[in-house]
């Protein structure tokens, strides 16, 4: 039972409970006895106390096994939750309140048998007033049904309510108590700043306890979190009994600063009420939240925050939260997570289809982060569940939406609202919530739906989708330009529309996944995916290829997002990215599309400083149209500077080098810039140079552009193919192009062969590309590969073609031209190159493999068939091919027999 000791008494501890699966006890009225099940620890749900159903899977890695983590028990339904407390002591004028801070579905409230409330928001708290039914120095008995099911028809796609991420689970999380404010305690508060002047409004709602008071005294008080008061404005009003809401409008003092990633400075803001008619000895009514003043507006197709253009580098927030499957309540957790998110330069999070607790508008508030706020809502024709197929969207929907912007627009962070994600259907349903939000709280940037391109309604404050006007706004509808290219921008999409455009859901690059991560899932979410995709790994023999192959499909990840990023900063009036994500998504097929994992902590792929060099306020860019030369060729290129900073930056000398791979300057210059707008340069600089012309043979370059005195710098590999003479075959090698008893009698008399099969000659061919997986290869089923492993401690690699152990641009050509080989069959044999497998269709599969074979040697190598295609990369790679087999380092350490090899071919 618990006690009184402050104005709030915390509800937290050991409560009864029963399960209602057959909806039994209301009118079995079990809200008037004791129920009979004890032990529930609130906060708290049925998974952590391994209530409901428990999950069985068949065997094996299976399309099911991998959707998602899961709870071991799920139950869905009605759930009774049952405690007593006592109040010593009610101070008169107080008003109690019950606050059940986060529950999922709808919840009945009974004191001591009588019925207090109905609610259902999955977004905000539930509360109701419980004065008239306690007394002091009584034990009261408080009982809550609870019901996760889906009652107003909003499916189980949103993350919101989804198995795919947080779980559809049932409880109370976050903090559960009852409040005893006092009686002229005002809730509803309104913050609205023209997003041109500093002009300021409040508004209030008309509340029962000052219904009838119609001469009013206002006072407005902005103090500092310390206390000082920094502004006080007195107003007296006359306002009807009619009139549903209060409303004053005051200019902010210069002394108060605005609210933003740069300066996100919050005060104190009280504002008190006295009925005039009551004279001296009025109550007085009082409202006093935290927040911030800042202005957000678009002027076309450019986004403003207090006046001056911004860029949004955003994350996806979906509601993963893998030790408990639902989101945390603490500033502590949202702190830990936000504070990553900077650490990689970005100043955004979307929360996708569902609304985060307070706590996550506190910490961004403080840290300076721009949040997108949607509602529980992922509606679409593929799943059968168009917005506006059942009656409860009309009601259901709008008064969520308006929960919402009441309950969480008073924190600055809240920036943005869309009605969901990828919503279809009824669109005049979608335009008349936003035109509802709009009346209610005007300062907030509004979109009716996340993605689709669709045509812009008077509703749309800014667009958000993957393609605008049939024209991409992501990497994905380029991928060839985008990562042979540093000039791709996406400003045929952007200028199609006359507001600010935000791209949806950037990259979803695959990341193998991390099985070894596994012990890390100490809660009530077991990670049956991960399992069934180690056991598979160990069944195939690649376990101990784990860490290659992370390393591997990560860094080539890594490649694709940053030239997505700087593709976007490249778009004039460009209003934002959101990736998609920095972190794993564990659900729809296991979509481990992070370069963190899905607990926000790094794969060791890049660190956030080195992240930043291409996602952050200022980023320097370099628009070359190829990433490869020849001596003969000018390094030409165009500087850019995406500069989102706080202010222009004056006077600034912005160098660009290049270097080889022992930091040896080949060129240098010095760009003298004297201002640095917010936005893009109005003209790039053009760079033309002749570095190359000395250079004889193959070198890996960088090119580096720093903004110097400042933590701003860039870089970008290119190769380059110097002078040399032209390699023919060797006399020392044979070259084959198939299988033969003639290659047999070859290496059974002791020679060198080079093998170059075509596919149709290899018993199990494996498709070669050198770009991942998208998403996920059972959401959309793919049997392509993530990256490739090489052996760069091999001499093939380590001398004669030197390269990083992970497939770079310069292997794109050379897999996309050839194919590889599956070599499950052979008992042994280290492969010199091996495809990094999506986790659904394991395989050993390599491009290049050696061998001591009869009395001879023999190197089999499917990157081309047609003895490898002529551009600079592969000619230079089939002269280090023969360069080679040429040499005493030719000595493979593997022996396979002639008959194990043909057993390849057909």
Known sequence: MQQQDSDVINLHGEWRFERDPDDVGTPEEWFNRRLSQSGFQIPGTCAEHRLGERLILEPGLTKEAVQCLRTEYQYQGAVWYQTEFHLADIPPDRHIFLFLERVMGETQVWIDGVAVSRQDSLSTPHQCDLTCLVSAGKTHQLSIRIDNRDKQNIGNQPSARTDQTQTIWNGMIGKVELQIRERYHLNDLLLTMDSHSRQVTLTLAREPVIADWQHLALTVTISTLDGHTVQQENRRLEVTTEQPDITVAFSLAEAVGLWDEFTPQRYQLAVEIRNLEQGPASPVARVEKITGFRQIGTCGNILKINGVQRFLRGNIDCCIY????????????????????????????????????????????????????????????????????????????????????????????????????????DFDLLRDIIRRLKAIQPQILYTLTSNWDRQATDEDDIFIAQSSAGNGLR?????????????????????????????????????????????????????????????????????????????????????????????????????????????????????????????????????????????????????????????????????????????????????????????????????????????????????????????????????????????????????????????????????????????????????????????????????????????????????????????????????YFCCESHATLEWKTLLESGFAMNMDALKSGTPLTLLTPNFFHHQKATHLFEAQAGNGRILVCSLNSNDLSRTMACESFRGALYRYMDSADFNPTDTLSVSEIAGLFR
């Open 322 to 425: 893998p030790l408990t499957g639902y989101p945390p309540t603490t500033e502590a957790a949202w702190s830990a997570v936000f504070r990553q998110l900077k650490a990689y330069g970005l100043n955004h999070v979307r929360f996708h289809s569902w609304c985060p607790p307070e706590a996550a508008f506190v910490c961004a508030d403080r840290e300076g982060l721009y949040l997108q706020i949607e509602g529980p809502v992922w509606m679409d024709d593929w799943m059968d569940l168009p917005v506006g197929k059942y009656p409860e969207h009309y009601r259901w929907l709008p008064e969520e939406a308006e929960r919402i912007i009441r309950t969480w627009s008073i924190h600055p962070s809240f920036c943005i609202f869309s009605n969901g994600n990828e919503l279809n259907g």
């Open 475 to 799: 990497g994905q509808y380029f991928l060839d330009r985008l990562a042979e290219t540093t000039t791709l921008n996406f400003s045929t999409g952007v200028n199609a529309q006359t507001i600010p455009v935000i791209s949806h859901e950037v990259g979803q690059y695959v990341v193998y996944p991390n099985v070894a991560e596994i012990p890390r899932y100490t809660g009530c979410l077991k990670p049956v995916n991960l399992e069934r995709i180690r056991d598979d790994l160990r069944q195939k023999n690649l376990l101990p290829y784990l860490e290659s192959f992370i390393h591997a499909s990560g860094k080539l990840a890594l490649y694709l997002y940053k030239m997505e990023i700087e593709a976007a900063l490249r778009t004039p009036n460009m209003a934002g990215i959101q990736l998609l994500s920095l972190h794993d998504f564990p659900g729809q097929s296991t979509a481990t599309v992070g370069l963190l994992d899905a607990f926000y902590v790094s794969k060791g792929i890049i660190a956030g400083d080195a992240f930043r060099h291409f996602c952050c306020e200022t980023v320097p860019l370099l628009m070359m149209p190829t990433l490869f030369f020849s001596d003969k060729d000018d390094f030409i290129a165009e500087i850019q500077i995406a500069h989102y900073g706080a202010a222009p930056l004056n006077k600034m000398t912005l160098r660009i080098e290049i270097v080889d791979q022992q930091q040896q300057c080949l060129f240098t210059e010095d760009v003298h810039l004297a201002e640095i707008p917010v936005g893009l340069l109005a003209e790039p600089v053009s760079l033309r140079a002749t570095p190359f012309r000395q250079l004889t043979g193959r070198h890996v370059l960088q090119v580096h552009a720093r903004l110097l005195d400042t933590p701003y710098q860039n870089q970008w590999d290119i190769w380059v193919y110097g002078k040399e003479e032209p390699c023919l075959p060797p006399s020392s090698i044979r070259i084959f192009r198939e299988w033969s008893s003639t290659v047999e009698d070859c290496l059974n008399n002791g020679e060198k062969v080079l093998l170059l099969p075509a596919p149709d000659q290899i018993r199990y061919p494996v498709a070669s590309s050198w770009f991942p997986v998208f998403w996920s290869p059972v959401h959309f089923a793919s049997k392509d590969p993530c990256g490739m492993i090489i052996n760069n401690q091999h001499p093939l690699f380590s001398r």
